[in-house]
């Protein structure tokens, strides 16, 4: 009941502070190819539900026809406009009416979209028991997905051996140990991430080690080595 308010009131005023930002970049997309500057995609939330979550649009019109769920850097499907709107999460700030409807929360596992939640194991079926959120500790240790993906020639494969792993298990983490408190933290600190990364990833490492959390976890969000194949909590293989 706390969280739902708590969603409402920021959504409300986060949509209102940020109105002027989301008019002028709707404004922009619209102009560089006269198209909806709006992009509204099927994902799956609580208790496997599905809903249509809206972001700027940052890629070419029709560009989700192209089959592929995950996205590098220098995908040629985003636009100019599109990479400094990824850049600085501003697609993001849409969800926020998402979030005033019901749909999401500020703070919870980031929604997948209905093909990757079918493999999802029994043990990662409990990020749907959470109402999704903009940003949770996945959020802020793979806010670089789009380089972890660069040059990838199968970025969706990548993305299950690579990041999904451990975006599964922090997702996991939040859930057995969510809060308010640390709710206004993951916030605080998914802003900072975008300006000095380094120094967010250090608050998650501080709090996955006050919760005694496992340690190859703790080395993985630490970002400090190259992210290897690994399996998905509860699967006993990497994907392929």
């Not at 599905?50 to 996205?71: E, H, P, Q, Y």
């Not at 919870?108 to 903009?134: D, Q």
């Not at 206004?184 to 490492?205: D, E, G, P, R, S």
């Amino acid at each position: 009941m706390i969280k739902r308010f708590f969603d409402i009131v920021f959504s409300f005023c986060g949509l209102l502070i940020f109105s002027p930002v989301l008019l002028t970049f709707i404004f922009l997309i619209w102009i560089n190819d006269k198209g909806n500057p709006l992009y509204s995609a099927s994902r799956v939330g609580k208790d496997n539900k599905t809903f249509r979550m809206i972001k700027l649009r940052s890629m070419v019109l029709n560009a989700d026809k192209t089959g592929v769920s995950s996205t590098s850097s220098n995908d040629n499907r985003i636009t100019p406009i599109g990479a400094i709107i990824r850049k600085y999460k501003l697609d993001e700030l849409m969800q926020l009416w998402n979030v005033l409807t019901g749909d999401m929360s500020l703070v919870g596992p980031r929604p997948n979209v209905e093909s990757e939640t079918r493999n999802y194991t029994k043990v990662e079926k409990k990020l749907l028991s959470e109402k999704p959120g903009i940003t949770d500790f996945a959020s802020i240790v793979f806010s670089d997905e789009g380089e972890i993906l660069k040059n990838s020639s199968n970025p969706d494969l990548d993305y299950n051996r690579l990041i999904r792993p451990w975006k599964s298990r922090l997702g996991i983490f939040y859930i057995e140990n969510k809060s308010v408190m640390i709710d206004l933290k993951i916030i605080f600190f998914t802003v900072v991430a975008i300006f000095k990364k380094q120094l967010a990833i250090n608050w998650v490492v501080e709090q996955l080690k006050s919760f005694n959390c496992d340690e190859k976890l703790i080395n993985v969000a630490s970002r400090k080595e190259p992210l290897k194949p690994s399996k998905p909590p509860g699967s006993n293989k990497i994907p392929e």
